[in-house]
């Protein structure tokens, strides 16, 4: 989901058949001008939008929902919910605009990411670099992203990822031979292992079984308030009283739960390194970012958990995808 320009705010790309290349490039399409939404089609129930439509198909049925969208209205269609307005663009020409209008500080998925932002609303938290907007989100983006994107600093974090990898497929080698297992929860666990060899400089062994039971738990909650969160932004009709829903409710448990535990591990990785003076290359992740000072101390915790989240979800589906 993505803003743009005074006329179309949000638009919507959906995974369906019916919205890829070969489908959409129709013969005699020529595109089209912004339009207002007032000129838009789409099912606009007075008060709710298409919030009925949506609703009759659910969050399992997405991708027959924006089918049926682009049957009946069209290429662009008009899928606004009560007050979220949302333009659905179902021809990749059309999308491009949206891309060529973002200005200066593009934003992305993130900038949606409404229960994040009313959980910090409503606890009076600062916001994660991941959910600001404008020049906020480039200045945090730019202190997060300089030990994590370049080649050099990628590569830098081979030693402990390293490590925990091979110690990842030794424990999973002994689980195969003791039976059948759930791969699912395996790759969890060892996306988690990796992935804070590298954030925290040391793996957290819940591959192994080693790890205290609050690391376990730390990593079943995280896993589950990505599943929840990704859940509440496709529902946008939820935003309007959060609480009411069990969903949120859950979500807003989980991530209160999961925030603490990150910023204790966080500060627990900034005080093994202290006393470090090696190469800078030879420190995990969150050591080089308290140390650059950009960040500061009473946010580092916040900052890297939105990092922590998006790298265990993405690393994680990377590991499946087949």
């Known amino acids: 989901m993505r803003r743009y320009g005074p006329g179309l705010v949000r638009g919507v790309r959906s995974s369906s058949s019916s919205c890829d290349f070969s489908v959409m490039m129709r013969d005699g399409f020529s595109g089209s001008d912004a339009k207002p939404f007032s000129e838009l089609p789409g099912p606009k129930y007075p008060m709710l939008g298409a919030l009925p439509t949506f609703l009759s198909y659910g969050v399992g049925r997405m991708p027959e929902y924006y089918d049926h969208l682009y049957d009946t209205y069209g290429v662009v269609v008009d899928g606004s919910i009560l007050s979220d307005r949302t333009a659905v663009i179902c021809d990749p020409r059309e999308f491009r605009k949206v891309f060529q209008h973002e200005g200066k500080y593009p934003q992305a998925l993130t900038s949606d990411a409404w229960p994040v932002t009313h959980f910090f609303d409503k606890f009076k938290q600062p ?160 050591a080089r970012v308290q140390r650059r000072g950009e960040i500061s101390d009473d946010v580092l915790g916040t900052e890297v958990q939105g990092i922590v989240m998006a790298g265990l979800d993405k690393t994680f589906h990377l590991f499946l995808w087949d």
């Open 127 to 286: 916001y994660n670099s991941l959910v600001k907007e404008g020049k906020e989100w480039q200045k945090g983006r730019h202190a997060l992203q300089k030990d994590i994107f370049s080649t050099a600093s990628a590569s830098s974090y081979c030693e402990p990822v390293t490590q925990a990898c091979d110690e990842v497929v030794e424990n999973f080698g002994k689980r195969v031979a003791q039976g059948p297992v759930d791969i699912e929860t395996e790759m969890v666990n060892a996306v988690s292992d990796v992935f804070s060899a590298a954030v925290l400089g040391k793996s957290l062994g819940v591959s192994s079984g080693s790890c205290p039971p609050e690391a376990a738990e730390w990593v079943e909650d995280s896993m589950r308030v990505i599943q929840l969160s990704a859940q509440l932004i496709m529902q946008p009709h939820m935003k309007v009283y959060p609480e009411a829903f069990a969903l949120y409710r859950e979500f807003e448990t989980l991530f209160g739960k999961t925030n603490e535990a990150t910023q204790k591990m966080v500060m627990e990785a900034v005080e093994r390194y202290k006393d470090f003076e090696g190469p800078e290359d030879e420190l995990p992740y969150v």
